[in-house]
């Protein structure tokens, strides 16, 4: 018996400059096929094999990145991470983020501000005030940012034209909307048996109490505090 669960794929977004990941030599695009030697297909069992590699105290984890159809091997520093940044967001502070998809609109409500901008389901927005976008996401944060202002989007409509068109962003508690949705980044259906999925769960359960017991360690002796 086959259990089967679909998560976000281990696909890079582009990398930033002065991170660990950048300074491993990793890209955008760079699909991680396995973490010191374990495979990983979904970005859970990636983070959580780098989350290992950070509780064991090892300085460098090894990635197996797939590139251009071709196998790269990069070593990623993950020293600089404490017990504590593994309660946060530790794979983007290295420099991890997950692909998103392109900046597509695979949603747009009649009433919505884009849709009265005259904006349609498969326009591809390309830049925003002259800004060039990296992904949907690049959109979003630009968006929720601008509460009440008018932005200039440009880019490529779903009939291959291009088009600028100025989108009044509404505001909803502060935050930038303009009623559109995109499609979700790439996704892999993760299968396992069902006795390795019972394994993997007592594994992660028991490694977490291990971290719980070793940060409670570090807090009595002041590495740590709440």
């Known amino acids: 018996f086959m259990h089967g669960v679909p998560e976000p794929a281990t696909r890079l977004r582009a990398v930033l400059e002065q991170t660990a990941a950048h300074q491993a030599g990793l890209l955008g695009g760079d699909k ?5 030697g374990k495979q990983v297909s ?18 460098l984890a090894q990635l197996q990145v797939e590139r251009s159809g ?44 884009a849709a009265l901008a005259g904006m349609h389901v498969g326009d591809r927005v390309i830049e925003v005030d002259g800004r060039k976008l990296t992904d949907s996401l690049d959109l ?56 390795n999925a019972v394994w993997k769960s007592v594994e992660r359960s028991w490694n977490l109490s291990a971290l719980t017991l070793k940060m409670f360690g570090k807090m009595i002796t002041g590495e740590a505090s709440l």
């Open 70 to 113: 071709q196998p790269q091997t990069v070593q990623l520093d993950t020293s600089k991470l404490t017990m504590r940044d593994l309660e946060r967001d530790f794979m983007g502070k290295l420099g991890l983020e997950m692909a998103r998809s392109p900046a597509v609109l695979d949603q747009v409500p009649a009433s919505g501000q």
């Open 32 to 36: 991680v096929l396995a973490v010191n």
């Open 42 to 59: 979904g970005w859970s069992e990636m983070s959580w094999e780098v989350m290992q590699a950070v509780v064991k105290q090892m300085p």
């Open 140 to 195: 979003i944060e630009i968006v929720r940012a601008a509460p009440g202002k008018v932005l200039l989007l440009s880019g490529l409509g779903a009939d291959g034209q291009p088009f600028s068109r100025k989108v009044q962003v509404a505001s909803e508690g502060g935050i930038g909307r303009i009623q559109v949705g995109f499609a979700p980044p790439e996704m892999v259906l993760v299968q396992q048996n069902l006795p």
